[in-house]
């Protein structure tokens, strides 16, 4: 596997990066296909992880930040790989369990299971989408969220797709419940956040739908997209997620787990576009300018301080946490 390092110049030199050190890995492009690359938001560095011909997307860092996992469609589907972090030069093992299509891996709390949205067809990416857990030692892979139980418009049109899992605790998931007058152009009718608590065997709905007050006190409803869980460490188990309203209205909202209070972060950024990350007291966020063009963001000190961007040459999205 070939490593490219890309050395980060001006920007970091007139404004100091991150005084800790924070790691992020994420999806790149420079104009044909992405490819994942490592990034260190304290001294600029980005580090080319893999280059190949296929689309390589939606990474995942397990808890102990040594493995990735990550979709490829490099073998036709968009199937699910695993890299070492610590090891540059080891190849990507194909650990899929089926032969459908996968999207947004997320590593269980221990490291041994992932769970992530499958469809058993992997030409229709959209259809019959579940969410299984894979055990990283069998290969065996389980249903535990399954779109086609779980529609709740009565516009018989729409198409119900259930993705983006992350782990709340070792028995605790959310996931997004989102429905599509149009899947193949990706257009969103509705978009709402679950919980499954995997003793019970209980859907609970948590957020996206209702509204919330601005500060000058307007009713705003949302589709609630893009969620994240922050460690129990940093900010005793909250949710982020992006809340959309119209076609490109979005705020950043933070929710007390489980099922707590929730409220819009105070970011103050026009070009917020989620997801929202959070490590060591610095929103790390995806953003998109006038032009279309997505990347990465981050403040310090709840957001007070002044923005900064990472400097790349392309088009960032999917940026997970390595430490």
């Given at each position: ?7 980060l110049i001006a920007l970091?030199i007139a ?5 800790e050190?924070?790691e992020?890995?994420?999806?790149g492009?420079?104009g044909?296909?992405?490819d ?6 304290k001294?600029g560095e980005i ?6 011909k296929a689309?390589e997307?939606?990474p995942?860092v397990?808890?102990?930040?040594q493995k ?8 036709g589907?968009?199937s699910?790989?695993l890299?070492s972090l ?7 093992v194909?650990i899929?369990a089926?032969?459908g299509s996968?999207?947004?891996?997320a590593?269980?709390?221990?490291g ?5 949205q499958y469809?058993p ?5 959209w259809?019959s989408?579940?969410?299984v857990?894979?055990d ?5 892979q389980q249903i535990i969220?399954?779109s ?6 009565e ?11 992350v782990?709340?605790?070792?028995s605790l998931?959310v996931?997004?419940l989102a ?17 499954y608590d995997l003793?019970?065997q209980?859907?609970?709905r948590i ?5 919330y007050y ?5 009713a705003m409803?949302?589709k609630a ?6 460690s129990?460490k940093?900010r005793s188990r909250s949710?982020l997620?992006a809340?959309v309203?119209?076609a490109?209205?979005?705020a950043?909202?933070k ?5 707590g209070n929730k409220g819009?972060i105070?970011l ?7 997801p ?5 007291g610095?929103?790390?966020?995806g ?9 990465i963001?981050?403040?310090a ?8 961007t990472?400097n790349?040459?392309?088009?960032i999205?999917y ?5």
């Amino acid at each position: 596997m070939k490593i490219v390092r890309i050395l980060l110049i001006a920007l970091f030199i007139a404004f100091p990066l991150l005084c800790e050190a924070v790691e992020i890995v994420f999806c790149g492009s420079d104009g044909s296909q992405f490819d994942l690359y490592r990034a260190d938001l304290k001294t600029g560095e980005i580090i080319r992880i893999t280059e190949t011909k296929a689309e390589e997307s939606m990474p995942a860092v397990s808890p102990d930040g040594q493995k990735l996992a990550f979709v490829s469609d490099r073998d036709g589907a968009n199937s699910l790989y695993l890299l070492s972090l610590l090891d540059n030069a080891s190849a990507a093992v194909n650990i899929s369990a089926g032969m459908g299509s996968y999207a947004n891996p997320a590593f269980s709390p221990d490291g041994r299971r992932i769970a992530v949205q499958y469809a058993p067809d992997p030409e229709l990416v959209w259809a019959s989408t579940s969410i299984v857990l894979l055990d990283l030692t069998t290969r065996q892979q389980q249903i535990i969220v399954d779109s086609s139980r779980l529609k709740t418009s009565e516009n018989t049109e729409t198409t119900t797709v259930v993705d983006r899992p992350v782990w709340v605790s070792d028995s605790l998931l959310v996931y997004v419940l989102a429905e599509y007058s149009d899947p193949e152009s990706g257009r969103m009718s509705k978009s709402t956040l679950y919980m499954y608590d995997l003793k019970k065997q209980q859907h609970v709905r948590i957020a996206g739908g209702e509204s919330y007050y601005s500060a000058e006190g307007e009713a705003m409803g949302f589709k609630a997209v893009m969620p994240a869980v922050v460690s129990e460490k940093d900010r005793s188990r909250s949710l982020l997620f992006a809340a959309v309203r119209g076609a490109t209205d979005r705020a950043p909202m933070k929710m007390a787990l489980p099922a707590g209070n929730k409220g819009v972060i105070e970011l103050n950024d026009p070009e917020f576009f989620g997801p929202m990350l959070y490590l060591d007291g610095h929103w790390i966020y995806g953003t998109m300018n006038e032009e279309g063009v997505t990347g990465i963001s981050w403040r310090a000190g709840e957001g007070k301080e002044p923005k900064q961007t990472l400097n790349f040459a392309g088009r960032i999205i999917y940026p997970a946490i390595i430490r």
